[in-house]
T-cell receptor
Framework: EAQVTQNPRYLITVTGKKLTVTCSQNMNHEYMSWYRQDPGLGLRQIYY???????DKGDVPEGYKVSRKEKRNFPLILESPSPNQTSLYFC???????????FGEGSRLTVL | GQNIDQPTEMTATEGAIVQINCTYQ??????LFWYQQHAGEAPTFLSY????GLEEKGRFSSFLSRSKGYSYLLLKELQMKDSASYLC????????????FGTGTKLQVIP
């Protein structure tokens, strides 16, 4: 089954404790992206990648890192989480020539 | 700059027709998406308009006017399961796949 898989789905952590949210897709998509979704603000892009070893900042990259060592994986790293990073995070992927995004199920992160 | 506007909330009756409008501003435009998002779930793709006009897909239709920076999503024969948020998003022209989302319209279908 074609899908985007994120883990963990739910996480409560404390300020400053490094964490990684994994994202994997099995559709051989070149493009992958991370979004955060907050009430009243919609989906905002954090980072994106157009292919292996090619990543770039989106609209709200501060406090986040990403890597793209393999085509299927695009982890999101929070080196020192803060309460303002409490949010619902979505990973998405697409083929470069279509743009139709396929979303993971989301990861709800709470930073205390 | 870039901007998308859509109503925050709408209410419609089961069996009726509802139109959700979206206006956008961008310097480079390459197409407009509509996504459906049920509460607590991931967005799912509904439609993608590149050219002006109406595209129909079952009970859902999407319209685009590039010159006016305007789109709408038309939902016919509303069902209770259509209660969800509907996200309008445009794809930028250029070398990469930036998709900018609006804040979404929360549609409540009532009996």
């Amino acid at each position: 089954e074609a899908q985007v898989t994120q883990n963990p789905r739910y996480l409560i952590t404390v300020t400053g404790k490094k964490l990684t949210v994994t994202c994997s897709q099995n559709m051989n998509h070149e493009y992958m992206s991370w979004y955060r979704q907050d009430p009243g603000l919609g989906l905002r892009q954090i980072y994106y990648s157009m292919n292996v070893e090619v990543t770039d900042k989106g609209d709200v990259p501060e406090g986040y890192k990403v890597s793209r060592k393999e085509k299927r994986n695009f982890p999101l790293i929070l080196e020192s989480p803060s309460p303002n990073q409490t949010s619902l995070y979505f990973c998405a992927s697409s083929l470069m020539n279509t743009g139709e995004l396929f979303f993971g199920e989301g990861s709800r992160l709470t930073v205390l | 700059g870039q901007n998308i506007d859509q109503p925050t909330e709408m209410t419609a009756t089961e069996g009726a027709i509802v139109q959700i409008n979206c206006t956008y501003q961008t310097s480079g435009f390459n197409g407009l998406f509509w996504y459906q998002q049920h509460a607590g779930e991931a967005p799912t793709f509904l439609s993608y308009n590149v050219l002006d006009g109406l595209e129909e897909k079952g009970r859902f239709s999407s319209f685009l006017s590039r010159s006016k920076g305007y789109s709408y999503l038309l939902l016919k024969e509303l069902q209770m399961k259509d209660s969800a948020s509907y996200l309008c998003a445009f794809k930028n022209s250029g070398g990469y796949q930036k998709v900018t989302f609006g804040t979404g319209t929360k549609l409540q279908v009532i009996p």
